[in-house]
């Protein structure tokens, strides 16, 4: 069966102290690895796809790479606005439903 | 990226009656639509999915009864949770793809709380 699995479930930072989340999965093929920014009381928006291992993308402070196993979402300088739960997703190819991870609570400080 | 919209964003009903959530995907022509809901603290539990024209297909202990689930058009689901009671209130949030594989497209959520 697929798994997503984040760690870790919580993660406070100081204002412009670089971390890393992750995401390990299995499953049985990979179609895409999605991460998404969920605000408190918002749907989940969108932030990068990743399709295959070795690949990553940037967006302003954040991150994102993929190998076989594991996807990690660096976060370079974080400031306050970063606070947000992040969450993982994997799609499978043999039926492309997308199975989320529980998320990573962040949270930066001032 | 892809804009979902959701009406409304927060709805208070009494125990009994039912609700009606719509979900829109405002700029793409969505085959596929999700619908989604979550707890406090807790990660999305996905409810059902629905491809445009077709019946929903409903996650193993999610009553199809109760929560009826209509893909009318490309751009619209809708979900009725039917005879609606305390446990039902959560956070509600449905989300939209175009095609059979690819990124999903969510909106910003619905709150349902049943008196």
């Known amino acids: 069966e697929d798994q997503v699995t984040q760690s870790p479930e919580a993660l406070r930072l100081q204002e412009g102290e670089s971390s890393s989340l992750n995401c390990s999965y299995t499953v049985s093929g990979l179609r895409g690895l999605f991460w998404y920014r969920q605000d408190p009381g918002k749907g989940p928006e969108f932030l990068f796809t990743l399709y295959s291992a070795g690949e990553e993308k940037e967006k302003e402070r954040l991150k994102a790479t993929l190998t076989k196993k594991e996807s990690f979402l660096h976060i370079t300088a974080p400031k306050p606005e970063d606070s947000a739960t992040y969450l993982c997703?994997?799609?499978?190819?043999?039926?492309?439903?997308?199975?989320f991870g529980a998320g990573t609570r962040l949270t930066v400080k001032p | 990226g892809a804009v979902v919209s959701q009406h409304p964003s927060w709805v208070i009903c009494k125990s009994g009656t039912s609700v009606k959530i719509e979900c829109r995907s405002l700029d793409f022509q969505a085959t596929t639509m999700f619908w989604y809901r979550q707890f406090p603290k807790q990660s999305l539990m996905l409810m059902a999915t629905?491809?445009?024209?077709?019946?929903?297909?409903?996650e193993q202990g999610v009553e199809k009864d109760k929560f009826l689930i209509n893909h009318a058009s490309l751009t619209l689901s809708t979900l009725t949770v039917t005879s609606a009671h305390p446990e039902d209130s959560s956070f509600y949030i449905c989300?939209?793809?175009?095609?059979?594989?690819?990124?999903?497209?969510f909106g910003p959520g619905t709150r349902l709380t049943v008196l």
């Open positions: 629905s491809n445009e024209g077709s019946k929903a297909t409903y």
């Open positions: 997703a994997v799609q499978a190819v043999e039926n492309n439903d997308m199975r």
């Open positions: 989300s939209a793809r175009w095609g059979r594989s690819g990124t999903q497209y």
